[in-house]
């Protein structure tokens, strides 16, 4: 984990907090910045223009449009421009939804990535771990393989396969589900899109959860607290769990940053939208400033659940400060 070191001293988490997060901070602003920069120059080197697939304008007409947008412009001035507006706290007037601001655009589809990612998370985590613990503590006998073969099996395979074969099953065969659509995210809807997200979560939180489950039970803390007559399930509620699942904390930081953001195959298929719809499509049609404000959302969120990560690292594990 950056950011961290060995403690000198237990307890000094609280001690160095606040000067940690002003540092991640200060780094957070530069990199802010890098994404913004080289988001921005290259929806400038595509092809085309937001305008184009609208009908043919006259020339007049066309100098207005851009001139309303400040896009007849240098490349650099429009940069320095969207800068100063970024800044302020102002994404800009999106360049294809007319009478909408991006963060107007933002605040109504975050919502149904944030609550469809949110319950992938915390679906997977639950199954994930657990599944992890079961293949540990029966390391090398049936229930591990078991465990180990559906886990490669959910990394192996991607969602533009597992979404389909679950709507041709449960709705298309069956009829239990709905196949697409929100539907005010009713539950029945999200079964099988948040299923199709956690899917490959709860195969890659199995395998952290088994490996560092699988280290810690053959430590020597762990075998005195058996020598001590400790049952099984009590060490890994009150001992192996805890320093078994801090490989997991690094990798859930981006990993909730994309399922929250949105999959663009999971919201396709089931009519969803979402962010991760919104933000391909945005990126069709050339609108430069719908994408650059779902970048820096993406990039910002990221960011923050980094952050949140290694504070959670560090207050699981003693040995470590923030440094």
Known sequence: MRGLTKARKPGAFSR???????????????????????????????PGSPFDMDRKLSPE????????????????????????????GDLGPSLKYKDKSVIEILRENYLV????????????????????????M????????????????????????????????????????????WSDGA?????????????????????????GMVEVLHS???????AKGLSEGRIVRRHALRAAILPLVSYLGP????LITGSLVVEKIFNLPGLGKFFVVSALQRDYTVVMGMVIFYAGLILVLNLVADLLYAALDPRVRLG
């Open 61 to 88: 007409i066309e100098r207005n449009v851009l001139a309303r947008y400040g896009m007849n412009k240098p490349v650099g001035a429009q940069y320095l421009d969207y800068l100063a507006s970024v800044a302020r």
């Open 113 to 136: 990535s944030l609550k469809l990612g949110g319950s992938a998370i915390l679906l997977a985590g639950l199954i994930g771990v657990s599944l992890g613990v079961l293949a540990a």
């Open 220 to 226: 020597n803390y762990v075998r005195t607290a058996r």
């Open 255 to 258: 990993a909730c940053a994309g």
């Open 138 to 181: 029966r390391q090398n006998r049936a229930v591990d393989y078991g465990v180990m073969t559906v886990a490669v099996l959910g990394v192996c395979i991607p969602t533009f396969v597992t979404a389909p074969l679950l709507v041709l099953a449960f709705a298309s065969k069956l009829g239990w589900l709905p196949g697409a659509g």
């Open 187 to 211: 539950l029945i809807n999200m079964v099988l899109p948040v299923t199709v997200l956690a899917l490959p979560q709860i195969a890659i939180i199995s395998r952290l959860t088994r490996a």
């Open 16 to 46: 160095h907090m606040f000067r940690f997060i002003g540092r991640r901070l200060l780094v957070a602003i530069p990199t802010l910045f890098l994404v913004v920069t080289l988001a921005f120059f290259m929806m400038r080197a595509a």
